[in-house]
């Protein structure tokens, strides 16, 4: 079946610093791409998405593309803040109408950024 | 615009009594819907999604179940708990798969079986 890996963390890093966190996927069909990030003791928020092969998501400094050759949606960011200290996960949408799209995550990537 | 909302954020239980997670979204109308569970240090696990009032598929045999009395209503249940039962649980919509399958999250509630 469809699957996502995401590298491990916890990830720690300098303020500022180059951010990138590892993530591929397995699908059978053509899926969506998603990263959703996860502030301490709050739900889940969209960061960006990707829908076809080459696409590129970007929102708040964060970007990934969709590489269908090597089958990775890598999520990065040119300098990092203490704000951006959260999990990050990965996740595709299988796509298909009937099944209403539903949302295969990885593990989750916890990033800690210090001052 | 659209939100949705769920409660209650924190329950603590004991082994054995029932429970009643509630999620609404409002501003859109038939949308798909999902309960989440996020054990501690573990990703997400879809438990239930519905894609209309009284249709719900199960993803995982366990313990729960999930029920859709209205339209944009979700409610979790369970009629004993368990202790591994406790986790993160995620209410989420999206709208058909023609919008693009993005779904959204509600803020989560908590729940510690004791």
């Known amino acids: 079946g469809d699957s996502v890996t995401q590298m491990e963390g916890p990830v720690t890093l300098s303020e500022e610093a180059f951010l990138t966190i590892n993530c591929t996927y397995t699908?059978?069909?053509?899926?969506?791409l998603f990263w959703y990030v996860q502030y301490p003791g709050e739900g889940l928020q969209l960061l960006l998405k990707?829908?076809?092969?080459?696409d590129k998501g970007s929102n708040k400094g964060f970007e990934a593309t969709y590489r269908k050759e090597t089958t990775s949606f890598h999520l990065e960011k040119g300098s990092v803040q203490v704000s951006d200290s959260a999990v990050y996960f990965c996740?595709?949408?299988?796509?298909?109408?009937?099944?209403?799209?539903?949302?295969?995550f990885g593990q989750g990537t916890e990033l800690s950024v210090k001052p | 615009s659209q939100t949705i909302h769920q409660w209650p954020a924190t329950l603590v239980q004991p082994v054995g009594s029932p429970l009643s997670l509630e999620c609404t979204v409002e501003?859109?109308?038939?949308?798909?819907l999902y309960w989440y569970r996020q054990a501690a240090g573990r990703g997400l696990q879809l438990l239930f999604y519905s894609v209309g009032i009284g249709q719900i598929s199960s993803e995982v045999p366990q313990n729960l179940s999930a029920s859709r009395p209205q339209d944009r209503q979700f409610i979790l249940s369970s009629k004993k708990l368990l202790l591994s039962d406790s986790g993160f649980y995620l209410c989420?919509?999206?709208?058909?798969?023609?919008?693009?399958?993005?779904?959204?999250f509600g803020e989560g509630s908590w729940l510690t079986v004791v």
């Open positions: 996740a595709l949408s299988e796509g298909i109408y009937n099944q209403g799209g539903k949302l295969i």
């Open positions: 699908a059978t069909g053509y899926p969506s």
């Open positions: 990707a829908t076809k092969a080459d």
């Open positions: 989420a919509w999206s709208g058909d798969s023609f919008s693009g399958n993005t779904i959204y």
């Open positions: 501003g859109t109308s038939n949308p798909n």
